[in-house]
């Protein structure tokens, strides 16, 4: 029995007791249902009929609805069993980062529901998904004005600790506008139509030119103090989550544009939108392929002295996956084979690593060992505001 329990055949092995899953339960969890949710966007996405593909692309999307609806409930219950520990994320300088994760694990839900959804069900679901928008919406910009406001506040920051979760919070914004740019063209009223395009525009304008800000200084801390530790490797491709997202938001933004501009009497600007969408999506697009090249320059370089897994290890795979999914939509937009081509080749990289990631959570949620909360670890140490 001994050996068994420590060979983690037991659930929950590594905790004291299973209410310490509850207690040590961190937002970080929510980054799955944003990796998950990306790849059944993304196998949704590509061009050809394979036979069985959408069905396995559909089924992860109901898997991310589960994960999504039990890591909600899991994180609920700490605020209620825990609410003096749960509180002191908001001073913790890296957990409270993932706040973020929550609406654009959501965003991926809403997106599905277009994609999956609808054929389904039918057009039920878009006030379903419209609903549900406006509330990632307002998660959304909680998250982007709250947690800077703690940073510049509550936390304690340097730039030699300075990593690429900065971006997290306000990087849920655009999200949400691309969200915005899929959904409004379902919406039966013109004028909800213009509501949600005008609003998908200024959640972009929210977000993007921050995460462009951090991305300079992210640049600096990287070239003054090299690279984070190994427990962070993954965070070198969260950089590549922002561009691909600002890119994707001005593609399906500015391809709705025509019709809900020409519907709303503002057939001038109709056609501007949607070249100036397509050529700030190229250009967006070819700055991301330098972070994805240099993100892949800088795993391989950790990968000589090892990577600790940890739930960090899902930066791997929503940057990736973005990414495919804006290299799938240019391939839709504009006439070249090659967008074709390395989208589907980035949907295979990116299924191939949700599957080493997914196992790896998957063994450590079994066995307990991935509930660690930060911010709890060192309660007697030292304050919360201290880095880990």
Known sequence: MIPALHNGRRPLAALSSPKEAIRQFTPNWFAATMGTGILALALAALPWQIPGLHAVAEGLWLLNIVLFSLFTLLYLARWVMYFDEAKRIFGHSTVSMFFGTIPMGLATIINGLLTFGLPRWGVDVIAVAHVLWWLDVAMSLLCGICIPYMMFTRQQHSIDQMTAVWLLPVVAAEVAAVSGGLLAPHLADSAAQLHTLIASYVLWAFSVPIAMSILVILLLRMALHKLPHQSMAASSWLALGPIG????????????????????????????????????GLL???????????????TAHYR??????NLGWWGFTFPLGVFALTTLKLATLVDVSFFRLFGALLTGLLALMWLLVASKTARGAWTGTLFVSPCIAGLNKTPCTRKE
């Open 245 to 280: 997202t600002g890119a994707l938001g001005m593609l399906v933004i500015g391809g709705d544009a025509p019709a809900i501009f020409a519907a709303n009497h503002l057939p001038a600007i109709a056609s501007m939108a949607q070249g100036f969408g397509l050529i700030a």
């Open 304 to 309: 000589h002295d090892g990577i600790p897994f």
């Open 284 to 298: 967006f697009w070819g700055c991301g392929l330098w972070w994805m090249l240099l993100a892949l320059l800088i």
